[in-house]
């Protein structure tokens, strides 16, 4: 879908923001451009919709040059998603998405019902679509951005460090959402960040380029990881890449075992063994403590914390985090509606790594 080919770029000042990159971004996939500062990431990203043209060299979408089409034209046809979300502050919600598609030609009620429905896709209540930017928190704010991105149907999308101005739990957040909504849109995205685990996790293809716009490595994330092309790469993954693969091993032969639990608003006597608090939904709430019983009836606050939690058949990094971050040494792992399905350790974790190494 989008081609990159022997393409330079060159300041008048002399500054080179890109060298000789030739890259593919295949469609249908979320290719990510990961490196340090002024490494020429936004830069290759620009050229694909105009705002930059290369100084030689072809930048091609769906197969034609985009110096062959009209940038406005072309801009309409790519759906463009930046950092704190460069709303219109002076529009609605529902004015913000709809921009595009009256661009296009659709009416301004059309317009306005398709912008609701796209609220809904991106996971927002209908109500905020009369709401201004200033009112919606930073994640709701990033939330509308995709959405407007998506207003006109584009089969690509750039994405430059869009979730970078959010706390971190709102990030992933953020980032599962996209994630989601590509399984359901099957956009061709390109993606840049100067987070490698944002960029592991979000990658189909993960480009790391270095100073000077050099292409240092374009693979998998599980092939980066496990086979850095250079120092600098093997330097930027990080030393703790090993860890990070366990991103890609999945946990489906995990079985996780029971645990003794204790509900919320019950009375619980002591006794010598760590145990689980579960709400009434049997969510997991925190843990009790050996040696703990209730005066009265067991509330939230007298709990320890529990630590991350781990979703069944997801991956093993989930599952060994789940199980270190505990205060009991036992990973919670629940179900896809917050359940809790049962408890596995460290050990059990590594095991299961073992074996996979073995059969790999």
């Not at 996209?178 to 685990?197: A, P, Y």
């Not at 009375?267 to 209730?294: H, I, K, N």
Request: net charge negative.
């Amino acid at each position: 879908m989008i081609e990159f080919q022997s393409v330079r770029k060159q300041y008048p000042n002399g500054t080179v923001a890109v060298e000789e990159l030739s890259l593919s971004v295949e469609t249908g996939t979320i290719t990510v451009l990961v490196g340090p500062s002024g490494c020429g990431k936004t830069t290759l990203m620009r050229m694909v919709n105009r705002m930059i043209d290369p100084s030689s060299g072809t930048v091609s979408v769906d197969g034609t040059d985009v110096r062959d089409r009209d940038p406005a034209q072309l801009r309409r046809g790519i759906g463009y998603v930046i950092q704190q979300a460069g709303l219109f502050p002076h529009r609605t919600v529902l004015d913000n998405i709809a921009t595009v598609p009256m661009l296009a030609g659709k009416t301004r009620r059309a317009a306005r019902e398709h912008s609701s429905e796209l609220l809904d896709l991106v996971g927002l209540p209908a109500d905020l679509g009369k709401r201004y930017p200033a009112q919606l928190s930073g994640g709701q704010q990033q939330r509308v951005g995709v959405a407007r991105a998506l207003a006109a149907d584009p089969p690509v999308l750039l994405m430059d460090e869009p979730f970078s101005a959010v706390d971190p739990v709102v990030r992933e957040g953020l980032q599962d959402e996209l994630l989601r909504l590509q399984d359901e849109l099957d956009k061709t995205v390109l993606f840049v960040t100067h987070d490698i685990d944002e960029a592991i996790k979000l990658g189909e293809k993960v480009a790391v380029l270095r100073q000077g716009g050099h292409l240092a490595q374009c693979a998998p994330p599980d092939d980066l990881l496990s086979s850095p092309a250079d120092d600098f790469v093997t330097s930027f993954v990080g030393r703790d890449r090993g860890y990070r693969r366990l991103s890609f091993v999945d946990s489906a032969r995990l079985r996780p075992k029971p645990v003794p639990t204790v509900r919320l608003g019950e009375r619980v006597p002591s006794t010598d063994q760590w145990r689980l608090a579960v709400d009434e939904g049997d969510r997991p709430r925190g843990w009790l403590p050996p040696g703990t019983d209730s005066d009265g009836d067991l509330a939230e606050h007298t709990l320890v914390a529990g630590g991350s939690l781990h979703v069944e058949h997801g991956n093993l990094r989930g599952a060994l985090d789940a199980a270190l971050s505990a205060p009991s040494g036992l990973g919670v792992v629940v179900n896809a509606d917050g359940g809790a399905v049962g408890v596995v350790t460290a050990d059990e974790v590594l095991s299961l790594l073992d074996e996979h190494r073995a059969a790999t």
